[in-house]
């Protein structure tokens, strides 16, 4: 343990074990006042960063510490106690810039940053958790950034920080540590949700829970979960998303919610311009008294959210929230301007329009891509048809369509039309002559968006997989027909598609080698 006292700083040091914490203060420590911890990197601690003062007040809490620019990893650690940074009793506290990777199969929830009793005029931001992972499957989950301070008035601002790889095994409730990326009223992982915790404000955050988890239990899980004695907070420019899957057959009822409130909306000062987004059956957008499955019923529920939406966001991977420029044309400046927060996680700048979540982006003008081709072409001269999408911010006009089948060129296309910024269009691109029997692959590359270069050429080629023509007419089933077994002509059928009147002619008396049940899609 390394204990540091005031206007003392910790730089560029490598803790590879010394008792696993660095401490800026023992519990109920002296007023150690400006202390910077930065640039270090924590290796397998059971807590990386503990900083707590003897009292909330200036006199003596922590003033003006800084933890910016650490790393901290675990590897494959056991720790029954798992904590990136604790802060507690301090004042005027920066928490940022830190990158947090924590993972333990120990029978505990690891928290990323908790931020504790008698903290105030603080922030948490530009920090990046890739993992906070329970392994073990005792029913706990990873904890992100968790906030009680015990005071109705903290003057906590959490902003442009992105939250990702929380998970665990997860349990039923949230008092017995199911994961959440933020969690408000809590001490760290205690079991006690309802610590008196208000003016906090949670601005440009991106949390993506996702992944899987198995518990025998209808789980919960949240993006942001709100204590009952939460109080005055602002939730403004925040992207909320939550795909989490309980893959254990008892915990099919699991829910995984975008954000979850066990308070009142009068809680609420401010809640508006927020993406929230929840996917597969398990996924519900938010509680307030009761699941809210829409939009319209978390505006309702929550009040605020005029401007809030529910858009898929494309970020770079799961863990990497950066968002993908073309691929988010429709979620393009749709936050509010905050004085607090003037650039993102990265340092640039926001526009005068931001946008939600941590990173600001830009879509390019002009960005055209192709995707998938129509399934089920007959036998003979047909129309081919790809989707044309629009991946810039100005309406596509025209653009250059090159095509191939079975490497053959086609004659390219010079389409020209009109797609909005955001959508997609079926277009036909030529004719070609399909043989039945015959395996094909389709090639399509987009050029020349309205005229001009393609701001990313990365996504302009549609490879198709290979694919034969549909079904039509009489085909024999048996020795020496077409297809030797009702399951193989029914496989076809399924996979190609039907594109007119179809039969299957059955020539043998007995059919051996069949898979039951033979079922048709539709």
């Not at 690891?110 to 920090?127: F, L, Q, Y």
Request: hydrophobic content about 35%; proline content about 3%.
């Amino acid at each position: 343990t390394i204990t540091v006292g005031d206007d003392n700083a910790v730089k560029s040091f490598t803790n590879q074990g010394l008792s696993g914490r660095l401490r800026a203060a023992l519990e109920a420590g002296a007023d150690n006042d400006n202390i910077v911890i930065q640039n270090n990197t924590f290796n397998t601690p059971s807590t990386g960063v503990y900083a707590n003062g003897s009292s909330s007040a200036s006199s003596g809490g922590i003033d003006n510490l800084s933890v910016t620019g650490n790393t901290f990893a675990t590897g494959s650690s056991s720790s029954s106690t798992l904590y990136g940074v604790r802060v507690g009793n301090a004042v005027g506290a920066s928490v940022a810039s830190n990158s947090f990777n924590l993972t333990t199969s120990g029978g505990t929830a690891p928290v990323a940053i908790s931020i504790e009793t008698g903290v105030s005029g603080s922030s948490v931001n530009s920090n990046q958790i890739t993992a906070v992972t329970a392994t073990n499957t005792g029913g706990y989950g990873g904890l992100g950034i968790t906030v009680g301070t015990g005071s109705a008035s903290s003057n906590i601002t959490k902003f442009n920080n992105f939250i990702a790889g929380v998970n665990g095994s997860n349990f039923t409730g949230f008092g017995n540590s199911s994961s959440a990326g933020i969690m408000i009223g809590t001490v760290g992982n205690s079991s006690t949700l309802s610590t008196p915790t208000g003016g906090i404000n949670i601005f440009h955050n991106s949390i993506n829970m996702s992944g899987s988890y198995s518990y025998a239990g209808a789980c919960l899980t949240a993006g942001i979960y709100v204590g009952a004695n939460a109080s005055a907070l602002d939730i403004r420019n925040n992207i909320l998303t939550n795909s989490l899957n309980n893959t254990n057959g008892s915990g099919t009822a699991s829910k995984n919610y975008a954000l979850y409130s066990a308070v009142a909306n009068t809680a609420f000062s401010s809640i508006n311009y927020n993406d929230y987004f929840v996917s597969g059956t398990q996924g519900v957008l938010a509680f307030l008294g009761s699941d809210q499955t829409t939009m319209a019923a978390l505006t309702t529920a929550f009040g605020g959210n005029a401007n809030s939406v529910n858009i898929a966001p494309v970020f770079t991977s799961a863990t990497d929230l950066h968002l993908v420029p073309g691929s988010n044309v429709s979620l393009n400046d749709l936050g509010t301007p905050l004085a607090a927060v003037t650039t993102d996680i990265d340092g640039t700048t926001r526009s005068a329009t931001p946008d939600m979540g941590a990173d600001e982006f830009t879509p390019p003008q002009d960005d055209a891509s192709v995707t998938a081709t129509v399934a089920g072409y007959c036998p003979g001269l047909q129309n081919v048809q790809v989707t044309l999408n629009n991946l810039g911010i100005v309406p596509l006009t025209s653009a250059t369509i090159d095509w191939s089948i079975n490497g053959v060129a086609q004659t390219p296309l010079n389409w020209t039309g009109s797609i909005a910024a955001g959508s997609s269009q079926l277009i036909t691109i030529g004719t070609f002559t399909f043989v039945s029997g015959v395996a094909n692959t389709l090639v399509a590359t987009s050029s020349s968006p309205n005229g001009n270069t393609d701001a990313n050429s990365a996504n302009d080629t549609y490879t198709s997989p290979s694919f034969q023509s549909a079904l039509s007419g009489t085909y024999t089933v048996g020795v020496g027909g077409d297809f030797t077994t009702l399951t193989a002509a029914v496989a076809a059928a399924n996979t190609n598609g039907i594109c007119g009147p179809t039969v299957f002619s059955l020539i043998d008396a007995t059919y051996g080698g069949e898979t039951f049940p033979i079922t048709i899609n539709e």
